[in-house]
């Protein structure tokens, strides 16, 4: 949980909110994309 939420703050702050994509976040938090939407249901 703490990786994806540095993750989302992270690519947030340098890319913006628009810009970020769900691939990207689990990427930078080493987890896959399944995971990321179990975790934060968007």
Do not use: W
């Not at 939420?5 to 689990?26: C, F, S």
């Amino acid at each position: 949980m703490a990786r994806m939420q540095t993750a989302v703050r992270d690519l947030m702050g340098e890319r913006g909110y628009d810009a970020a994509t769900t691939k990207e976040i689990a990427a930078g938090a080493d987890v896959g994309e399944a995971n990321l939407f179990r975790y934060f249901p968007f």
